[in-house]
């Protein structure tokens, strides 16, 4: 079965750092563009970054700056780097991948087929 692993989340305070983890689980992650999106109370789910299996990747505006998404091949693992996060950054963040062997951009729209079940992030002093 194929799944998705987050984790990483956590209580932290304003301007403080975070790195969450996307783990596959059943699966290699080698040729799936992955991306990161996260859904705040009340709120749509919105985008954050994406990263293809070439390491390209795509930001929405508002998150370029404090927000880093790399992968690690041999811990089939893609992490976000979250740097000098706010209150409203909470929200719970989710991992998605989407089979792209030979992409060459990925999208930060939420149309992936798999998706973890979150992990929650809460920005409070």
């Known amino acids: 079965q194929l799944q998705l692993v987050e984790s990483g989340g956590a209580l932290v305070q304003p301007g403080g750092s975070l790195r969450l983890s996307c783990t596959g689980s059943?699966?290699?992650?080698?040729?799936?563009?992955i991306g990161w999106f996260r859904q705040a109370p009340g709120k749509e789910r919105e985008g954050i970054s994406c990263?293809?299996?070439?390491?390209?990747?795509n930001y929405a505006d508002s998150m370029k700056g404090r927000f880093t998404i790399s992968r690690d091949g041999a811990e089939n693992t893609v992490y976000l780097q979250m740097d000098n996060v706010k209150p409203e950054d909470t929200a719970v963040y989710y991992c998605?991948?989407?089979?792209?062997?030979?992409?060459?951009?990925?999208?930060?729209?939420?149309?992936?087929?798999?998706w973890g079940q979150g992990t929650q992030v809460i920005v409070s002093p």
């Open positions: 990263v293809t299996s070439g390491r390209r990747t």
């Open positions: 998605a991948a989407e089979w792209r062997p030979r992409p060459t951009f990925c999208t930060i729209l939420p149309t992936y087929s798999i």
């Open positions: 059943g699966f290699s992650l080698e040729n799936y563009i």
